[in-house]
Every structure is written in C-alpha cells, then in structure tokens.
C-alpha cells in the first residue's frame, strides 16, 4: 500500500542530496572557469620566458665582429701612414719634372718612382689585407643576422602555439567567468599586448632581413673591390719592373755619360717625329683614296673597337705623367700588358696602312678604320699582315713583343707589352674611349 507519508521522506532526502551534488558541481565548474584565464596567463608567461628569444637580449654585436674592427681600423691606420709617405715622393716627382732634363734629373726621377711605387705597392698590399678583413666581418655580420632571424622565428613560434592554446575561450566566456569587469578588461588587456608584442617581432624580423640583404651587396661590392686592388697590384709590380728596366735602359745606352745622354735625346725626339709625320701624312693620303674608290669606306659613322689582345691590364695610360721617357714624348698611346708573342687581333675592319718590319728597330703596324679611326700597334715582334691589304675584325695581324733585345721591341722598351695607338683624323686620342667595356 503507497505509503504517502514515506513517499515525502524519501523525496525530501533525495531532494537535499541533489541539491548538494548541484551545487558542487556549479561551484566546482565556477571555479574551473574563473582560474582557467589566470591559468592559461600563467601559462603563457611561462611559455614566452621559457622561449629563446627571451635570452637574445636585442641585437648583440658578436666578440668576432668587434674584433674584426679593431683589425680593420689598423688596417686604416697603415693605409693613411702609406698615403703620407706616398704624397712626399709624389712632391719629389714634381720637383724632378720641373727641372730641366738632364741624366742625373731623369734617374733622380726614376730613383723617386720607384720609391714611390714601392710604397704604393704595399699600400694596396695592406688595402686587400684590410678588404679580407671586411669580406671575413661581413660574413661574420650575416651570420649572426641569420641566427638573429632563427632565434626571433622561434619566438614568433612561441607565441602563436601559445595563442591558439587560448583559442578555445570566448571574450563572452570570460566576461561571464570572470569575478568582475577589472578581470576581464586585464585578460582581453593581456591578450592585446601579446598580439602587439608578435607585430613587434614581425617588425624586427623585417629589418634583420633588409640589413642582412644589405650586408649581401656589400659583401658583392667588397669581393669586387678586392679583385680591383688585386688587378691594381699587379699593374703596380709591372709597373716597379717598367721603371727600373728604364733606369737600367738609360745607363746603358749613355754609359753615365751627360753628352751621350742629350745625344740620345735628339736622335729618339728625331725618329718619334719622323714615325709620326710618316703615319699622319700616309693616313690621310689612304684615306682619300678609299673614300674615293670604295663605296664601303666612308668618312663619318662611329667604329667601336675590340680589345686587340685579351685585357691583362695597363703599364702605361694615354700621356701617363709617370711614363718612363716622358721626357722624350707625351705617351700617345696605353700600354697593354702582354707576355711576348701574344697574337693582336685587329679591333675592326679596314686597311693596312704601314707594316712596318725594322728588325730589332721599333716595328709597328698602322690600321686604318672608317669613322675618320686609325690604330697603331707598337713593339711587334712578328707581322702577318702586309700593307694595301684589307683586314676583318678579329682577325690576327701579327705578334707582341717589347722584350729588351729582341726583333721589332726597338731601343726604348721596358719589357712585354703592346703599345697602342688610336688616332682620330691624324691625332692620337685615348684609346679608352673607344674600346668596348670589359
């Protein structure tokens, strides 16, 4: 039989049970939910410390580079002191250049160039020392960019695994679950902060990488400047051998003798004028010809010149104020350095005007070239063209030669090379500005 009065009872308990279960269930999940934000803050601040990036400590300047510094500025310090010594034989040389010409001038003046060169040499010397240096500080400078960039990706990492932890929670869940709006306005403060602190690291990632593509061209411009300073050198070292065979040519042939010397003067003044009014009178009467009798040669249009020898560098430069036997002429030419018996090629098209084969003279060649161009090829060892002949670019017209004491290389000649001429309607020009850029 239902027994009401029992029925109320067990309600009643089971009532109260419930309710007790209830409300520790809401208190328990309360309080889950209220410490979960403070959780996952700690969380997250205990992620960020623990990250890499928190040990950098901003751009740090590696002990390497700043070691290389020091090195570099020795380097510096050297270059200026070289400079200075360099200026003071510079002031000697025009001293000696002011004076009348005489032997005892011409080798105090060789005496000074070669003291000069000499410090120029180990000035460039110490200038790819200290390009080394900068090439090995760079490099050291992209690494420590590289690994700067590492360490900011792994913090980057850091923050994002971090941030999708806290994904999962709403800004209404944590409005709700919060104790109070102070809570809540923290967190979504907090949670601000770490977005800007990743903006800020993006930032800095950019710039790392900028200054590391930077630090890139300049290590391309020092690896160029160093082939520079190498080329410079050995022009240098060509050029200390030029002038000391100069001194030694010039003894010989006046046996230390001031008379024999001015003797020596006239006669080679005497034969560079008479090579000259040869090449410019032969010239022009050529030139009239062609022009009249072949269609293909005309007066005008401009001609670009090949190199007539692979480019080793130059010895001597158009009217070179430190040209050996400046005191004889202004240097018409540049003087490309070239072991003895390389083949010349003819820069372009046209016609052999003079092949002219001395012996052991001075033996040359003229070309002669539409556009109002000639070309002269000095110190010829062996000629392969003969004159009236026509001549296509590329094509080889004879041997270097220049060596002291061997066919065609004549009296005044320091060692290999090729001596070579541009004239424009007669008159030599500087054969740079006519070349084709290397």
């Known amino acids: 039989?239902?027994?009401?009065?029992?029925?109320?009872?067990?309600?009643?308990?089971?009532?109260?049970?419930?309710?007790?279960?209830?409300?520790?269930?809401?208190?328990?999940?309360?309080?889950?939910?209220?410490?979960?934000?403070?959780?996952?803050?700690?969380?997250?601040?205990?992620?960020?410390k623990e990250s890499p990036a928190a040990e950098t400590g901003g751009n740090a300047v590696s002990d390497e580079v700043l070691n290389l510094n020091d090195q570099i500025q020795e380097q510096k310090d050297r270059i200026e002191e070289l400079k200075?010594?360099?200026?003071?034989?510079?002031?000697?040389?025009?001293?000696?250049?002011?004076?009348?010409?005489?032997?005892?001038?011409?080798?105090?003046?060789?005496?000074?160039?070669?003291?000069?060169?000499?410090?120029?040499?180990e000035r460039t010397e110490t200038e790819i020392d200290q390009t080394k240096l900068e090439i090995?500080?760079?490099?050291?400078?992209?690494?420590?960019?590289?690994?700067?960039?590492?360490?900011?990706?792994?913090?980057?990492?850091?923050?994002?695994?971090?941030?999708?932890?806290?994904?999962?929670?709403?800004?209404?869940?944590i409005l709700l679950?919060?104790?109070?709006?102070?809570?809540?306005?923290d967190q979504i403060q907090y949670l601000e902060n770490m977005q800007s602190d990743i903006r800020n690291v993006l930032v800095e990632v950019i710039a790392l990488k900028d200054e590391l593509e930077e630090n890139k061209r300049t290590l391309g411009r020092q690896e160029a400047d160093l082939k520079?300073?190498?080329?410079?050198?050995?022009?240098?070292?060509?050029?200390?051998?030029?002038?000391?065979?100069?001194?030694?040519?010039?003894?010989?042939?006046?046996?230390?003798?001031?008379?024999?010397?001015q003797k020596l003067l006239a006669q080679t003044k005497a034969e560079q004028a008479a090579i000259n009014s040869d090449l410019t009178i032969l010239e022009r009467k050529i030139r009239e010809r062609l022009e009249a009798s072949d269609s293909n040669f005309v007066p005008g249009g401009n001609v670009i010149l090949s190199w007539p020898i692979p480019f080793n560098g130059i010895t001597a430069y158009f009217h070179d104020p430190d040209y050996p036997f400046r005191y004889i002429f202004e240097h018409p030419a540049v003087d490309l350095r070239a072991s003895q018996g390389t083949a010349i090629k003819a820069p372009a098209a046209g016609y052999v005007g003079r092949a002219k084969n001395s012996g052991y003279g001075y033996s040359y060649i003229m070309l002669i070239h539409n556009g109002g161009l000639a070309t002269v090829y000095g110190h010829v060892s062996?000629?392969?063209?003969?004159?009236?002949?026509?001549?296509?670019?590329?094509?080889?017209?004879?041997?270097?030669g220049g060596a002291?004491?061997?066919?065609?290389?004549?009296?005044?000649?320091?060692?290999?090379?090729?001596?070579?001429?541009?004239?424009?309607?007669?008159?030599?020009?500087?054969p740079l500005d006519y070349l084709i850029d290397l």
């Open 177 to 185: 679950l919060n104790n109070s709006f102070s809570e809540f306005f």
């Open 136 to 173: 090995k500080k760079t490099n050291a400078e992209i690494k420590d960019k590289e690994e700067e960039i590492e360490k900011k990706k792994d913090y980057l990492s850091y923050y994002l695994r971090t941030i999708n932890k806290s994904d999962n929670i709403e800004y209404l869940e």
């Open 84 to 121: 200075n010594q360099s200026d003071k034989y510079q002031e000697q040389i025009n001293h000696n250049r002011s004076q009348a010409v005489s032997l005892v001038n011409e080798i105090a003046l060789l005496d000074n160039q070669v003291a000069k060169t000499k410090i120029d040499i």
């Open 382 to 400: 062996r000629i392969l063209v003969s004159e009236d002949a026509y001549v296509t670019r590329g094509q080889i017209i004879g041997y270097t």
């Open 228 to 261: 520079k300073f190498a080329l410079a050198l050995e022009n240098q070292q060509a050029g200390l051998e030029q002038k000391i065979t100069a001194k030694g040519v010039i003894l010989d042939e006046t046996r230390e003798s001031e008379r024999t010397f």
């Open 404 to 430: 002291p004491g061997t066919p065609g290389a004549g009296n005044l000649t320091t060692g290999p090379h090729l001596h070579f001429e541009v004239r424009l309607n007669g008159i030599p020009v500087n």
């Open 1 to 48: 039989m239902f027994d009401e009065e029992l029925y109320e009872d067990y309600n009643s308990k089971s009532y109260r049970i419930l309710g007790i279960i209830s409300i520790a269930a809401v208190l328990l999940s309360a309080a889950f939910f209220v410490l979960s934000p403070l959780f996952i803050q700690k969380a997250l601040s205990a992620a960020i």
